[in-house]
C-alpha cells in the first residue's frame, strides 16, 4: 500500500494535500525520521522536533522558490525527506551518500549550506535584500533554534535586520535545549517569554496576527499602549525592531500553518517564536535528548546500549580525565566549552568542579577572550574546542590571546577528518592556520599516552599551547596514570632505517611507521609542529637523501610546509615529499576509508613514498611488523 509519506516527492505535491492530512502525514514522516536515523545513525532529537515546522513551512511557502535557510542545518532530514531524497536517506552521512546538513549541492532546496550555528539570519538578510534589489516578490525564512540564537553572529544579524527594509521572517525554534541544556541570559529570558503571561495557546495566536499590519505601526501602538500600562513590555525582538509573534506550538499543524499564513502576508521583519521538544515522539529522546541528539545505530525498540565490552577511550575521554586530574592537582585551571560540554569531554569535570566550569553557550569568539581575560588574572584557562569550531575565533585567538602571549591552553578536538559530519566539521586547518601566529606553540600526539603528556607540558608552558588530537580513538596506547610531561618542543627517532625519513606528526604516525617497515625508511614522532624540533630535523636531514612529512592536516601551509621552511632557512636543499590532506574540500564517509582515499593510510604512505623516492628505499619485509604499537 502506498503510504502519503511516498506520494511527496516534491514540495509541490504536499501543497495538494487537504490540512486534514497533514497530521498522518507528520506521524508518516517522524516515523521515517526514526527508522532511517536508527540505521544509520545521524542527528535525531532535532529532526524529531521539526516534523511539523517542516511540514508546516513547505506548505505554506512556495519553496524553492521561497528560501528556507535551516540553522546549522542538523535538524533537516524532515526537509530531506519532503524535498525528494527520502530513498536516498538510507546512505545519509556515508561516503557518497546524503550529506548530514544542506548542502547547495545536493538540492536546489538548500538553499544554503549550513552546519557552523548561528549563520542563517545573516544569510537570509542577504537572500530578502538581494530578492528585493532584483525586484522579486520572494520571501526569505531563517529557522534558528535557542542555542544558535545566543551566538554574538545571530546578535548581530538581527542588529542589522531589524532596521533593513527586508521581508525576512525568522522563526526561533525553541526547544529549550542546545546539544546539553542551554545556558545564559537569553535562555532564561526565553524561558520567562514562555511561562510569563506572553504565553498563549497556538489557535489564539493565530487570530492575534489574522489583521495585517505593518510592523512599525505595530510597534508604535505597542508602544502607546506600554506608555499606558495596558500591555506587557515589549520582547527584546521587538526592540531590535521585529514584528513579534509567539510563543506558539511548533508541533500543532493547526497553529502553525494559520500563524505563517498570515506572517507571510507582513512586510518587514518578522519574527515567530514556536516551542517544539527535542526528541517528539519517541519517548527514549524525549526523556534523554542529550544521549539522542546524535546518537550512532540502534534499535528504536530498545534504544541506546552499552557496548558489551568496553572500547578503547577515546582521545576526548583521555582529555577528560586528564583535565580533572590537572584541575585537582591545580586549583588554577578553568575549564571552558562554547557548547560542547559532552563533545569536548567536560561533563565529569562539571560534576567534580563546578565553579571552575564554564560554558559559555555557542560563543567561540567570547570563549577565547574570556580565557584571556582569565589569564591575565593568574588563571591558566583550558579552552576545550573543535579544531573546526576555533576557526570562528581567529581574531580572538591572535589578538586577546596570542599578541599578550597569555598562558591559555587549546585543547583542540577533531583535528583532521571527523567521518560523517564531512567537510564542514574537518579539523584540517588548525596546523596551518596557528602556525602562522607568533607566541602559539602546537602539539601533535601520536598517541593516547603521548596526548595526556602533551597536554601536561601545554599546562606547564607560560603561553598560547594549542594541542591537536582527532576524533575517536587511536591505537589504544596504555596511559600512564600521572601528570608527567614530556619536553617541550622534542621530537624522537622511532625507526632507524636509510635513506629516507619520514616525519610524522601526529596519530598518523602509526600507519608511517607501518610502510616504513616495507621500505626501511627511517621514522621520526616529531610531536610538534610548532616549535619544530631543529636539532633532530638537522640530524635527519643530514643523515638522509629525502624527507617525508605526514599530518592528518592540510598540506598546504601544515607541518611539512614547516619542515620545508626550516631547511631552506638553514641553507639545506632535499628533495620532499609532503603527504597530508589535498587542497579540496574532503565529503563526509567512513574516515578511515576517507584516509585511504587521501593515501593516509600504510598502504597509501607506501605508494607515495615507492613512487617519489623508490630507488632510495629498500623493501625489506612482507609484514606489517609496527614498531611501538
Ligand atoms: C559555531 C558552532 N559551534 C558549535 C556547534 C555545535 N552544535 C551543533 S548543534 C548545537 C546546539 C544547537 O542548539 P539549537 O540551535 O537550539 O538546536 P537544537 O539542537 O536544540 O535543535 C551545537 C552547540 C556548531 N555546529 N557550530
Ligand atoms: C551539528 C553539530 O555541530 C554537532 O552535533 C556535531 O555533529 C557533533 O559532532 P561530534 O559527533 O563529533 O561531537
Ligand atoms: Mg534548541
Redesign the pocket.
Known sequence: MTTLLQTIDDPAQLRQLPRSQLEPLAAELRAYVLDSVSKTGG?LSSNLGTVELTIALHYVFNTPYDRIVWD???QTYPHKILTGRRERMHTLRQLGGLA??PARAESEYDTFGT???STSISAALGMALAAKLKGEPRKAIAVIGDGAMTAGMAFEALNNAGVADADLLVILNDNDMS?SPPVGALNRYLAQLMSGRFYAAGKDIAKKVLHVAPPLFELAKRLEEHAKGMVVPATLFEKFGFNYVGPIDGHDLESLIPTLENMKQLKGPQFLHVVTKKGQGYKLAEADPVAY??PGKFDPAVGLTKPATPPKPTFTQVFGQWLCDMGAKDARLVGITPA?R??SGLVEFEKRFPERYYDVGIAEQHAVTFAAGMATEGLKPVVAI?STFLQRAYDQLIHDVALQNLPVVFALD?AGL?G??GPT?AGAYDIAYLRCIPNVSIACPADENECRKLLTTAFEENHPVAVRYP?GSGVGAAIEPGLAPLPFGKGEVRRTGKRVAVLAFGTLLYPALAAAEKLNCTVANMRWAKPLDLELLLQLAKEHDAIVTVEEGAVMGGAGSAVGEALQAHGIAKPMLQLGLRDEFIPHGDPAKLLALQGLDAAGIEASITARFGELTERIAPSLKVVGS
Open positions: 542527528h546549522v542545518g542538523h548530514g546538513f552546519a557552523h550555528s546539544i541528539h546524535g560542547m559532552e563533545g573543535y577533531r571527523v560523517a559530519d566539521h576524533r
